[in-house]
């Protein structure tokens, strides 16, 4: 079975400050990522993408997230974080066999301005 | 990208009372939808599979005959909470998979309170 850890629940930051958030997944397949971004009180919104090519994948709002297969690993990163990005992030992954999404835990990002 | 629907986006409801929530993808057909549960503050939980001409699959833990999935047709699949109490209030998130797209495209969710 294909599992997702998000190794932060909760992230504090002053803004300007850079965001690394983690996330390592575990299947033996073809994977899809994703990273995907609540705001409060709203629906899930993409942030970005990796399904091949690159393993650098560049998103909207100015994130990035980095594929390092070895690793099993998607962390996703901002260089200077806003007040408007306080939100749930969730980092997903697809088993292109079943099509079935897996979701991590969330990190919940607080932005102080 | 594609657009995936849902309705109604609220619903308050009595206890022992049955819910619908329709999923519909407006711009493109599938055949295969995925129907999540969101607890406040946690994470999306996949509930079911639903699959458009043949019963949907459930995951472990998942009662069947409360939550009764019908995919009625390539654009819409819908979610019935049955004798529904308090503790199915929760947000339930549907989405679909364009057919072309090994990816999903999620609904804004329905907020259903069970009073």
């Known amino acids: 079975a294909q599992s997702v850890s998000q190794h932060n629940h909760h992230v504090i930051l002053s803004e300007a400050a850079s965001l690394e958030l983690g996330c390592n997944y575990s299947?033996?397949?073809?994977?899809?990522l994703f990273w995907y971004v609540q705001y409060p009180g709203q629906h899930l919104q993409l942030l970005l993408k990796?399904?091949?090519?690159?393993?650098l994948v560049k998103g909207i709002k100015g994130f990035e997230a980095e594929f390092i297969k070895s690793k099993f690993s998607f962390n996703l990163r901002k260089p200077s974080v806003q007040w408007s990005d306080t939100a749930e992030y969730f980092c997903?992954?697809?088993?292109?066999?079943?099509?079935?999404?897996?979701f991590g835990d969330g990190t919940t990002l607080t932005v102080k301005p | 990208g594609a657009v995936v629907s849902q309705h109604p986006s609220r619903v308050i409801c009595k206890s022992g009372t049955s819910v619908k929530i329709e999923c519909r993808s407006l711009?493109?057909?599938?055949?295969?939808m995925f129907w999540y549960r969101q607890f406040p503050k946690k994470s999306l939980m996949l509930m079911a599979t639903?699959?458009?001409?043949?019963?949907?699959?459930?995951e472990q833990g998942v009662e069947k005959d409360k939550f009764l999935i019908n995919h009625a047709s390539l654009t819409l699949s819908t979610l019935t909470v049955t004798s529904a109490h308090p503790e199915d209030s929760s947000f339930y998130i549907c989405?679909?998979?364009?057919?072309?797209?090994?990816?999903?495209?999620f609904g804004p969710g329905t907020r259903l309170t069970v009073l």
């Open positions: 989405s679909a998979p364009p057919s072309s797209a090994n990816e999903q495209f």
């Open positions: 299947y033996g397949g073809t994977v899809n």
């Open positions: 990796y399904f091949s090519g690159d393993p």
């Open positions: 997903a992954v697809i088993n292109t066999n079943a099509g079935k999404s897996t």
């Open positions: 711009d493109f057909q599938a055949t295969t």
């Open positions: 639903s699959n458009e001409g043949s019963k949907a699959t459930y």
